[in-house]
Protein backbone atom coordinates (compact mmCIF):
# COMPACT_ATOMS: atom_id res chain seq x y z
CA UNK A 1 0.00 0.00 0.00
CA UNK A 2 2.91 2.60 0.47
CA UNK A 3 4.02 2.08 -3.19
CA UNK A 4 0.67 3.01 -4.11
CA UNK A 5 -0.14 6.69 -5.48
CA UNK A 6 -2.65 8.05 -3.34
CA UNK A 7 -5.16 10.25 -4.63
CA UNK A 8 -6.32 13.07 -2.14
CA UNK A 9 -9.75 14.92 -2.27
CA UNK A 10 -10.19 17.61 -4.23
CA UNK A 11 -11.03 20.59 -2.22
CA UNK A 12 -11.04 24.63 -2.86
CA UNK A 13 -9.02 24.29 -5.92
CA UNK A 14 -6.22 21.89 -5.16
CA UNK A 15 -5.60 18.14 -3.68
CA UNK A 16 -5.34 18.27 -0.03
CA UNK A 17 -3.13 16.65 2.28
CA UNK A 18 -3.92 12.66 2.62
CA UNK A 19 -6.96 11.73 5.67
CA UNK A 20 -5.13 9.30 7.92
CA UNK A 21 -7.73 6.77 6.93
CA UNK A 22 -7.05 5.71 3.26
CA UNK A 23 -9.14 3.15 1.01
CA UNK A 24 -7.79 1.25 -2.07
CA UNK A 25 -9.22 1.37 -5.07
CA UNK A 26 -8.86 -2.55 -7.11
CA UNK A 27 -8.96 -3.10 -10.26
CA UNK A 28 -11.77 -6.03 -10.69
CA UNK A 29 -10.45 -7.51 -13.78
CA UNK A 30 -6.89 -8.41 -12.08
CA UNK A 31 -7.74 -7.68 -8.24
CA UNK A 32 -4.39 -5.34 -8.24
CA UNK A 33 -4.57 -1.83 -6.43
CA UNK A 34 -4.43 0.98 -8.73
CA UNK A 35 -4.43 3.47 -5.94
CA UNK A 36 -5.76 4.90 -2.50
CA UNK A 37 -7.79 7.66 -1.78
CA UNK A 38 -8.83 9.66 1.13
CA UNK A 39 -11.53 8.65 3.90
CA UNK A 40 -12.83 11.87 4.51
CA UNK A 41 -14.23 12.20 8.34
CA UNK A 42 -17.51 14.02 9.27
CA UNK A 43 -15.68 17.06 10.93
CA UNK A 44 -13.96 17.70 7.59
CA UNK A 45 -17.47 17.08 5.43
CA UNK A 46 -18.86 20.03 7.70
CA UNK A 47 -15.93 21.95 6.94
CA UNK A 48 -15.48 21.57 3.49
CA UNK A 49 -19.71 22.44 3.40
CA UNK A 50 -18.87 25.77 5.03
CA UNK A 51 -16.37 26.64 2.80
CA UNK A 52 -18.71 25.71 0.26
CA UNK A 53 -21.56 27.86 1.33
CA UNK A 54 -19.61 31.30 1.34
CA UNK A 55 -17.88 30.51 -2.14
CA UNK A 56 -21.66 29.98 -2.90
CA UNK A 57 -22.73 33.28 -1.16
CA UNK A 58 -19.50 35.49 -1.44
CA UNK A 59 -17.72 34.00 -4.73
CA UNK A 60 -17.85 35.22 -8.06
CA UNK A 61 -19.51 31.71 -9.75
CA UNK A 62 -23.04 32.24 -8.33
CA UNK A 63 -23.81 35.72 -9.44
CA UNK A 64 -21.90 34.89 -12.61
CA UNK A 65 -23.28 36.03 -16.37
CA UNK A 66 -24.76 33.19 -18.26
CA UNK A 67 -21.96 33.83 -21.04
CA UNK A 68 -19.54 33.71 -18.32
CA UNK A 69 -20.98 29.76 -17.22
CA UNK A 70 -21.14 28.57 -20.70
CA UNK A 71 -17.44 29.92 -21.73
CA UNK A 72 -15.90 27.83 -18.62
CA UNK A 73 -17.99 24.65 -19.38
CA UNK A 74 -17.34 25.09 -23.01
CA UNK A 75 -13.91 25.49 -22.26
CA UNK A 76 -13.99 22.49 -19.93
CA UNK A 77 -15.58 20.18 -22.78
CA UNK A 78 -12.69 20.92 -24.82
CA UNK A 79 -10.36 19.83 -22.60
CA UNK A 80 -11.96 16.65 -21.39
CA UNK A 81 -12.73 15.99 -25.00
CA UNK A 82 -8.21 16.23 -25.77
CA UNK A 83 -8.35 14.19 -23.11
CA UNK A 84 -10.19 10.97 -23.58
CA UNK A 85 -7.39 8.63 -23.63
CA UNK A 86 -6.22 8.81 -20.73
CA UNK A 87 -9.46 8.26 -19.33
CA UNK A 88 -10.78 5.09 -21.31
CA UNK A 89 -7.42 3.98 -19.80
CA UNK A 90 -8.71 4.77 -16.14
CA UNK A 91 -11.87 3.90 -16.39
CA UNK A 92 -11.36 0.39 -18.14
CA UNK A 93 -8.84 -0.26 -14.93
CA UNK A 94 -11.36 0.69 -12.03
CA UNK A 95 -14.90 -0.48 -13.05
CA UNK A 96 -13.29 -3.96 -15.20
CA UNK A 97 -15.17 -2.78 -18.47
CA UNK A 98 -13.65 -3.50 -21.88
CA UNK A 99 -12.03 -1.02 -23.54
CA UNK A 100 -14.11 -0.98 -26.17
CA UNK A 101 -17.00 0.36 -24.64
CA UNK A 102 -15.28 3.05 -22.26
CA UNK A 103 -14.07 4.80 -25.74
CA UNK A 104 -17.52 4.66 -27.72
CA UNK A 105 -19.07 5.60 -24.35
CA UNK A 106 -16.70 8.72 -23.15
CA UNK A 107 -16.14 9.77 -26.27
CA UNK A 108 -19.77 11.58 -25.80
CA UNK A 109 -18.98 12.71 -22.69
CA UNK A 110 -17.74 16.32 -23.56
CA UNK A 111 -21.16 16.66 -24.97
CA UNK A 112 -23.07 16.78 -21.50
CA UNK A 113 -20.87 19.72 -20.83
CA UNK A 114 -21.31 21.49 -24.09
CA UNK A 115 -25.59 21.12 -23.99
CA UNK A 116 -25.58 22.15 -20.31
CA UNK A 117 -22.98 25.46 -21.19
CA UNK A 118 -25.51 26.35 -24.14
CA UNK A 119 -28.59 25.69 -21.81
CA UNK A 120 -27.03 28.47 -19.51
CA UNK A 121 -26.64 30.82 -22.24
CA UNK A 122 -29.75 30.54 -24.29
CA UNK A 123 -32.46 29.73 -21.29
CA UNK A 124 -35.03 32.42 -20.57
CA UNK A 125 -37.31 33.37 -18.20
CA UNK A 126 -40.83 34.01 -18.17
CA UNK A 127 -42.87 36.59 -18.15
CA UNK A 128 -46.77 35.83 -16.89
CA UNK A 129 -49.99 36.87 -18.15
CA UNK A 130 -50.69 38.60 -15.10
CA UNK A 131 -54.37 39.75 -14.29
CA UNK A 132 -54.69 43.72 -14.38
CA UNK A 133 -51.63 46.28 -15.07
CA UNK A 134 -49.37 44.27 -13.30
CA UNK A 135 -46.19 42.65 -14.80
CA UNK A 136 -44.95 39.76 -13.12
CA UNK A 137 -41.01 38.09 -14.15
CA UNK A 138 -40.16 34.74 -13.19
CA UNK A 139 -36.24 33.99 -13.04
CA UNK A 140 -34.00 31.21 -11.76
CA UNK A 141 -31.55 31.35 -9.61
CA UNK A 142 -29.29 28.99 -8.29
CA UNK A 143 -30.18 26.76 -5.40
CA UNK A 144 -26.91 26.59 -2.83
CA UNK A 145 -24.66 24.09 -2.27
CA UNK A 146 -25.58 20.54 -3.87
CA UNK A 147 -24.42 17.01 -2.92
CA UNK A 148 -24.26 14.27 -5.44
CA UNK A 149 -23.57 10.78 -5.21
CA UNK A 150 -22.41 9.16 -7.91
CA UNK A 151 -21.84 5.05 -8.97
CA UNK A 152 -18.98 2.67 -9.89
CA UNK A 153 -20.56 1.57 -12.94
CA UNK A 154 -20.65 4.80 -15.30
CA UNK A 155 -18.09 6.88 -13.07
CA UNK A 156 -17.35 9.96 -15.72
CA UNK A 157 -20.74 9.99 -17.54
CA UNK A 158 -22.82 10.19 -14.78
CA UNK A 159 -20.59 12.45 -12.84
CA UNK A 160 -20.31 14.82 -15.57
CA UNK A 161 -24.20 14.94 -16.26
CA UNK A 162 -25.02 15.96 -12.74
CA UNK A 163 -22.32 18.18 -12.50
CA UNK A 164 -22.76 20.07 -15.96
CA UNK A 165 -26.20 20.75 -14.82
CA UNK A 166 -25.29 22.24 -11.72
CA UNK A 167 -22.38 24.75 -12.74
CA UNK A 168 -24.55 25.41 -15.72
CA UNK A 169 -27.52 27.00 -13.15
CA UNK A 170 -24.47 28.86 -10.65
CA UNK A 171 -24.70 25.95 -7.33
CA UNK A 172 -21.36 25.21 -5.73
CA UNK A 173 -21.14 21.17 -6.55
CA UNK A 174 -19.70 18.50 -3.56
CA UNK A 175 -19.44 15.20 -5.18
CA UNK A 176 -18.52 12.21 -3.62
CA UNK A 177 -18.00 9.83 -6.14
CA UNK A 178 -18.20 6.11 -5.60
CA UNK A 179 -15.05 4.55 -3.67
CA UNK A 180 -15.23 1.40 -5.88
CA UNK A 181 -14.47 3.49 -8.71
CA UNK A 182 -13.17 7.37 -8.20
CA UNK A 183 -10.53 7.90 -9.68
CA UNK A 184 -11.76 9.61 -13.19
CA UNK A 185 -13.89 11.60 -11.32
CA UNK A 186 -11.45 12.98 -8.90
CA UNK A 187 -9.20 14.20 -12.18
CA UNK A 188 -12.28 16.37 -13.20
CA UNK A 189 -10.87 18.81 -10.58
CA UNK A 190 -8.09 20.13 -12.08
CA UNK A 191 -9.41 19.89 -15.28
CA UNK A 192 -12.12 22.41 -14.63
CA UNK A 193 -9.75 24.76 -12.78
CA UNK A 194 -7.86 24.97 -16.20
CA UNK A 195 -11.40 26.24 -17.68
CA UNK A 196 -11.30 28.86 -15.40
CA UNK A 197 -13.98 27.32 -12.82
CA UNK A 198 -13.12 29.33 -9.82
CA UNK A 199 -11.51 27.67 -6.72
CA UNK A 200 -13.77 25.95 -4.54
CA UNK A 201 -17.09 26.13 -6.50
CA UNK A 202 -16.10 22.30 -7.78
CA UNK A 203 -15.79 19.74 -4.02
CA UNK A 204 -14.68 16.02 -4.58
CA UNK A 205 -14.76 14.48 -1.62
CA UNK A 206 -14.03 10.63 -1.04
CA UNK A 207 -14.90 7.87 1.25
CA UNK A 208 -17.46 5.05 2.27
CA UNK A 209 -20.62 5.60 1.58
CA UNK A 210 -21.73 4.19 4.74
CA UNK A 211 -19.89 6.66 6.23
CA UNK A 212 -18.27 9.87 4.11
CA UNK A 213 -21.81 9.64 2.14
CA UNK A 214 -24.33 9.90 5.04
CA UNK A 215 -22.22 12.10 6.59
CA UNK A 216 -22.78 14.65 3.85
CA UNK A 217 -26.12 13.74 3.21
CA UNK A 218 -26.68 14.63 6.78
CA UNK A 219 -25.54 18.32 6.90
CA UNK A 220 -28.49 20.25 7.03
CA UNK A 221 -26.72 23.21 4.90
CA UNK A 222 -27.44 21.66 1.56
CA UNK A 223 -30.30 23.08 -0.64
CA UNK A 224 -29.75 19.94 -3.00
CA UNK A 225 -29.20 16.28 -3.23
CA UNK A 226 -28.53 14.17 -6.17
CA UNK A 227 -27.70 10.42 -5.85
CA UNK A 228 -27.76 7.64 -8.62
CA UNK A 229 -27.52 4.22 -5.99
CA UNK A 230 -30.20 1.64 -4.97
CA UNK A 231 -32.97 1.98 -2.71
CA UNK A 232 -31.52 0.95 0.41
CA UNK A 233 -28.95 4.21 -0.18
CA UNK A 234 -32.35 6.40 -1.20
CA UNK A 235 -34.31 5.13 1.98
CA UNK A 236 -30.73 5.16 4.58
CA UNK A 237 -30.48 9.48 3.46
CA UNK A 238 -34.18 10.60 2.83
CA UNK A 239 -34.89 10.82 6.86
CA UNK A 240 -32.45 13.55 7.28
CA UNK A 241 -33.16 15.16 3.95
CA UNK A 242 -36.62 15.15 4.98
CA UNK A 243 -36.09 16.64 8.34
CA UNK A 244 -33.80 19.61 6.90
CA UNK A 245 -36.48 20.01 3.96
CA UNK A 246 -33.52 18.71 1.34
CA UNK A 247 -34.89 18.40 -1.84
CA UNK A 248 -33.16 14.70 -3.19
CA UNK A 249 -33.34 13.61 -7.36
CA UNK A 250 -32.79 10.00 -7.33
CA UNK A 251 -32.38 7.33 -9.90
CA UNK A 252 -32.63 4.04 -7.62
CA UNK A 253 -32.25 1.42 -10.90
CA UNK A 254 -34.65 -0.40 -13.00
CA UNK A 255 -35.44 -4.28 -14.74
CA UNK A 256 -35.92 -3.23 -17.68
CA UNK A 257 -37.80 -5.23 -20.04
CA UNK A 258 -36.76 -6.44 -23.40
CA UNK A 259 -40.16 -6.94 -25.29
CA UNK A 260 -39.63 -8.76 -28.55
CA UNK A 261 -42.30 -9.06 -31.09
CA UNK A 262 -43.03 -11.87 -33.51
CA UNK A 263 -42.70 -9.06 -36.65
CA UNK A 264 -38.65 -9.17 -35.60
CA UNK A 265 -36.22 -11.35 -37.33
CA UNK A 266 -35.02 -13.74 -35.03
CA UNK A 267 -31.84 -12.95 -35.85
CA UNK A 268 -31.95 -9.19 -34.79
CA UNK A 269 -33.96 -10.15 -32.02
CA UNK A 270 -31.05 -12.09 -30.62
CA UNK A 271 -29.26 -8.68 -31.12
CA UNK A 272 -31.31 -6.43 -29.48
CA UNK A 273 -31.18 -9.40 -26.67
CA UNK A 274 -27.64 -9.29 -26.44
CA UNK A 275 -26.86 -5.55 -26.82
CA UNK A 276 -29.56 -4.54 -23.85
CA UNK A 277 -28.76 -7.42 -21.31
CA UNK A 278 -24.62 -7.66 -21.48
CA UNK A 279 -23.39 -4.19 -22.07
CA UNK A 280 -20.92 -2.88 -19.19
CA UNK A 281 -21.15 -6.79 -17.71
CA UNK A 282 -25.23 -6.14 -16.36
CA UNK A 283 -24.08 -3.40 -14.46
CA UNK A 284 -26.58 -0.63 -15.51
CA UNK A 285 -29.47 0.72 -14.47
CA UNK A 286 -31.65 -0.22 -17.36
CA UNK A 287 -29.52 -3.26 -18.61
CA UNK A 288 -32.11 -5.12 -20.28
CA UNK A 289 -32.74 -8.20 -17.46
CA UNK A 290 -36.14 -9.07 -18.43
CA UNK A 291 -36.14 -11.13 -21.84
CA UNK A 292 -39.83 -11.09 -22.72
CA UNK A 293 -40.24 -13.38 -25.79
CA UNK A 294 -43.14 -13.88 -27.65
CA UNK A 295 -44.59 -17.58 -28.66
CA UNK A 296 -44.27 -17.17 -32.01
CA UNK A 297 -40.61 -16.72 -32.03
CA UNK A 298 -39.48 -18.14 -28.71
CA UNK A 299 -38.28 -21.32 -29.52
CA UNK A 300 -36.22 -20.11 -33.05
CA UNK A 301 -35.05 -17.00 -30.55
CA UNK A 302 -33.72 -19.28 -27.42
CA UNK A 303 -32.04 -21.80 -29.54
CA UNK A 304 -29.79 -18.65 -31.21
CA UNK A 305 -29.44 -16.75 -27.84
CA UNK A 306 -27.50 -19.66 -26.77
CA UNK A 307 -25.43 -19.81 -29.40
CA UNK A 308 -24.66 -16.27 -29.38
CA UNK A 309 -24.52 -15.46 -25.67
CA UNK A 310 -21.94 -18.85 -25.32
CA UNK A 311 -20.03 -17.22 -28.04
CA UNK A 312 -19.76 -13.60 -26.11
CA UNK A 313 -15.72 -13.15 -25.41
CA UNK A 314 -15.02 -12.63 -22.01
CA UNK A 315 -11.31 -11.70 -20.92
CA UNK A 316 -9.06 -9.18 -20.10
CA UNK A 317 -10.95 -5.92 -20.37
CA UNK A 318 -7.91 -3.86 -21.76
CA UNK A 319 -8.14 -6.66 -24.77
CA UNK A 320 -9.53 -4.73 -27.96
CA UNK A 321 -11.18 -8.13 -28.30
CA UNK A 322 -12.83 -8.98 -25.05
CA UNK A 323 -17.06 -7.77 -24.81
CA UNK A 324 -17.57 -8.85 -21.81
CA UNK A 325 -15.28 -8.02 -18.85
CA UNK A 326 -15.31 -8.27 -15.01
CA UNK A 327 -17.84 -7.05 -12.36
CA UNK A 328 -17.07 -4.29 -10.07
CA UNK A 329 -16.02 -6.56 -6.94
CA UNK A 330 -16.08 -10.00 -5.57
CA UNK A 331 -19.31 -9.41 -3.48
CA UNK A 332 -20.63 -8.90 -7.11
CA UNK A 333 -20.01 -11.81 -8.25
CA UNK A 334 -21.39 -13.22 -4.60
CA UNK A 335 -24.60 -11.39 -5.58
CA UNK A 336 -24.50 -13.27 -9.12
CA UNK A 337 -24.12 -16.43 -7.32
CA UNK A 338 -27.11 -15.58 -5.67
CA UNK A 339 -29.55 -14.71 -7.53
CA UNK A 340 -28.72 -17.93 -9.61
CA UNK A 341 -29.52 -19.97 -6.63
CA UNK A 342 -32.45 -18.61 -6.03
CA UNK A 343 -33.79 -18.89 -9.55
CA UNK A 344 -32.74 -22.36 -9.82
CA UNK A 345 -34.44 -23.08 -6.93
CA UNK A 346 -37.72 -21.69 -7.76
CA UNK A 347 -37.62 -23.99 -10.94
CA UNK A 348 -35.54 -21.80 -13.60
CA UNK A 349 -33.61 -23.43 -16.11
CA UNK A 350 -30.16 -22.51 -16.93
CA UNK A 351 -30.08 -21.74 -20.54
CA UNK A 352 -25.95 -21.13 -20.25
CA UNK A 353 -23.80 -19.47 -17.83
CA UNK A 354 -24.41 -19.30 -14.38
CA UNK A 355 -21.22 -19.39 -12.39
CA UNK A 356 -18.51 -17.04 -11.23
CA UNK A 357 -15.15 -17.46 -13.47
CA UNK A 358 -11.90 -15.59 -13.68
CA UNK A 359 -8.66 -14.62 -15.95
CA UNK A 360 -5.77 -17.28 -14.21
CA UNK A 361 -6.80 -17.67 -10.94
CA UNK A 362 -7.39 -13.59 -10.62
CA UNK A 363 -10.83 -11.35 -11.50
CA UNK A 364 -14.33 -10.80 -10.46
CA UNK A 365 -15.83 -11.94 -13.78
CA UNK A 366 -19.13 -13.78 -13.82
CA UNK A 367 -20.44 -16.01 -17.33
CA UNK A 368 -23.31 -14.05 -19.37
CA UNK A 369 -25.99 -16.33 -17.94
CA UNK A 370 -29.74 -16.38 -19.58
CA UNK A 371 -32.08 -18.17 -17.30
CA UNK A 372 -35.45 -19.51 -18.12
CA UNK A 373 -37.99 -18.43 -15.51
CA UNK A 374 -41.25 -16.79 -14.35
CA UNK A 375 -42.76 -13.86 -14.17
CA UNK A 376 -42.87 -13.86 -9.65
CA UNK A 377 -39.42 -15.14 -9.36
CA UNK A 378 -36.88 -13.24 -7.59
CA UNK A 379 -34.92 -12.93 -10.41
CA UNK A 380 -37.73 -11.33 -12.58
CA UNK A 381 -38.88 -9.17 -10.10
CA UNK A 382 -35.37 -7.64 -8.57
CA UNK A 383 -32.36 -5.96 -9.91
CA UNK A 384 -29.02 -8.48 -10.23
CA UNK A 385 -26.98 -5.20 -11.60
CA UNK A 386 -24.64 -8.00 -13.25
CA UNK A 387 -25.07 -10.37 -16.36
CA UNK A 388 -27.63 -12.38 -14.62
CA UNK A 389 -30.73 -12.60 -17.17
CA UNK A 390 -34.68 -13.38 -16.71
CA UNK A 391 -36.02 -15.29 -19.86
CA UNK A 392 -39.83 -15.51 -20.25
CA UNK A 393 -41.78 -16.95 -22.92
CA UNK A 394 -45.37 -14.91 -23.36
CA UNK A 395 -48.70 -16.20 -25.25
CA UNK A 396 -49.36 -12.63 -26.84
CA UNK A 397 -48.99 -8.51 -26.82
CA UNK A 398 -50.90 -8.11 -23.75
CA UNK A 399 -49.17 -11.13 -21.44
CA UNK A 400 -45.55 -9.32 -22.47
CA UNK A 401 -47.50 -5.85 -21.57
CA UNK A 402 -48.57 -7.22 -18.53
CA UNK A 403 -45.24 -8.67 -17.52
CA UNK A 404 -43.40 -5.66 -18.59
CA UNK A 405 -45.50 -3.55 -16.20
CA UNK A 406 -45.35 -6.35 -13.09
CA UNK A 407 -42.27 -4.88 -10.91
CA UNK A 408 -42.05 -2.32 -8.85
CA UNK A 409 -39.08 -0.38 -10.99
CA UNK A 410 -39.72 1.27 -14.05
CA UNK A 411 -37.02 2.75 -15.03
CA UNK A 412 -36.39 2.12 -19.05
CA UNK A 413 -38.01 -0.44 -21.21
CA UNK A 414 -37.79 -1.27 -24.86
CA UNK A 415 -40.32 -2.68 -27.22
CA UNK A 416 -38.75 -4.21 -30.59
CA UNK A 417 -40.89 -4.81 -33.64
CA UNK A 418 -41.94 -4.23 -37.39
CA UNK A 419 -45.36 -3.53 -36.73
CA UNK A 420 -45.51 0.37 -36.43
CA UNK A 421 -48.70 0.47 -34.97
CA UNK A 422 -47.69 -1.97 -32.69
CA UNK A 423 -44.85 -0.06 -31.68
CA UNK A 424 -46.73 3.15 -30.37
CA UNK A 425 -49.62 1.26 -28.73
CA UNK A 426 -47.26 -1.14 -26.85
CA UNK A 427 -44.97 1.82 -26.12
CA UNK A 428 -47.69 3.95 -24.99
CA UNK A 429 -48.63 1.16 -22.02
CA UNK A 430 -45.58 0.72 -20.95
CA UNK A 431 -45.25 2.12 -17.29
CA UNK A 432 -41.45 3.33 -17.58
CA UNK A 433 -40.02 6.71 -17.49
CA UNK A 434 -38.36 5.80 -20.82
CA UNK A 435 -39.11 3.60 -23.84
CA UNK A 436 -37.10 2.90 -26.49
CA UNK A 437 -38.45 1.79 -29.54
CA UNK A 438 -36.21 -0.78 -31.59
CA UNK A 439 -33.42 0.39 -29.64
CA UNK A 440 -31.73 0.11 -26.24
CA UNK A 441 -29.47 2.42 -23.49
CA UNK A 442 -29.03 5.47 -26.48
CA UNK A 443 -29.15 8.49 -24.21
CA UNK A 444 -28.59 12.22 -24.80
CA UNK A 445 -27.56 15.03 -22.98
CA UNK A 446 -31.21 17.13 -24.35
CA UNK A 447 -32.85 13.47 -23.28
CA UNK A 448 -34.37 13.31 -19.55
CA UNK A 449 -33.39 10.08 -17.95
CA UNK A 450 -35.27 8.66 -14.83
CA UNK A 451 -38.11 6.58 -13.97
CA UNK A 452 -41.08 5.92 -12.28
CA UNK A 453 -42.32 3.94 -9.00
CA UNK A 454 -39.16 2.49 -7.24
CA UNK A 455 -36.69 3.66 -9.61
CA UNK A 456 -36.79 7.21 -8.13
CA UNK A 457 -37.86 10.76 -8.09
CA UNK A 458 -36.72 13.35 -10.94
CA UNK A 459 -35.04 13.70 -13.93
CA UNK A 460 -31.39 13.84 -15.04
CA UNK A 461 -30.31 15.45 -18.54
CA UNK A 462 -31.96 17.75 -20.78
CA UNK A 463 -34.07 21.12 -19.52
CA UNK A 464 -35.82 19.42 -16.57
CA UNK A 465 -32.26 18.31 -14.95
CA UNK A 466 -30.84 22.09 -15.17
CA UNK A 467 -34.49 23.27 -14.03
CA UNK A 468 -34.02 21.01 -10.80
CA UNK A 469 -31.01 22.74 -9.74
CA UNK A 470 -32.80 26.38 -9.69
CA UNK A 471 -35.28 28.09 -7.52
CA UNK A 472 -37.60 30.46 -9.27
CA UNK A 473 -37.96 34.02 -8.45
CA UNK A 474 -41.30 35.65 -8.85
CA UNK A 475 -41.26 39.19 -9.07
CA UNK A 476 -44.37 41.28 -9.48
CA UNK A 477 -44.51 45.28 -10.56
CA UNK A 478 -47.66 47.05 -9.69
CA UNK A 479 -48.17 49.82 -12.30
CA UNK A 480 -51.81 50.62 -11.97
CA UNK A 481 -53.49 49.12 -8.57
CA UNK A 482 -53.59 51.76 -6.16
CA UNK A 483 -53.08 50.49 -2.38
CA UNK A 484 -56.58 51.99 -1.48
CA UNK A 485 -58.59 48.89 0.24
CA UNK A 486 -59.17 50.40 3.47
CA UNK A 487 -60.58 54.04 2.15
CA UNK A 488 -63.90 54.76 3.15
CA UNK A 489 -65.27 54.56 -0.37
CA UNK A 490 -62.45 52.84 -1.92
CA UNK A 491 -62.57 52.62 -5.83
CA UNK A 492 -61.31 49.90 -7.81
CA UNK A 493 -59.98 48.26 -4.75
CA UNK A 494 -58.45 44.93 -5.43
CA UNK A 495 -57.50 42.28 -3.13
CA UNK A 496 -55.14 39.20 -4.32
Same mark, same amino acid.
Request: hydrophobic content about 40%; proline content about 7%; charged content about 20%.
Given at each position: ????? @?????? #???????? =???????????????????? =????????????????????????????????????????????????????????????????????????????????????????????????? =?????????????????????????????ALAAG????????????????????????????????????????????????????????????????????????????????????????????????????????????????????????????????????????????????????????????????????????????????????????????????????????????PDSDL???????????????????????????????????????????????????????????? @? @?????????????????????????????????????? @????? #?????????????
Open positions: MADLP @HVSNWV #NGAYTSPT =TERIPVINPANEAPIATIDA =TPRETVDNIISDSLLTFRDGPWSQADASDRFAVLSKAAVLLRSRIPEFVELETRQTGRPVREMRAQLARVPEWLEYFASLARVHEGRVTPFKGPVVN =TLTRLPLGVVAQITPYNHPLLIATKKIGANVVIVKPSELAPLSVLRLGPLFKEAGLPDGVLQIICGYGRETGKFLCENSHLAKIDLTGGLATYKAIAPSAAENMIPITAELGGKAPVCLFPSLDVEQAVKAALFASFIASGQTCVTGSRLLVHADIYDRFVNLLERRVKALRLGDPTNDRTQIGAVISKAAVERCSAFVARAVKEGGRIICGGNPTNLDGKGFFFEPTIIETHSCNEVFGPVIALLKCESEDHIISIANGTSFALGASVWTNDFNQAHRVAAKMEAGIVWING @H @HLNDPSSPWGGFKESGVGKENGQEAYESYTKVKSTVIN @HGVPP #NWFDDEPEKARYG
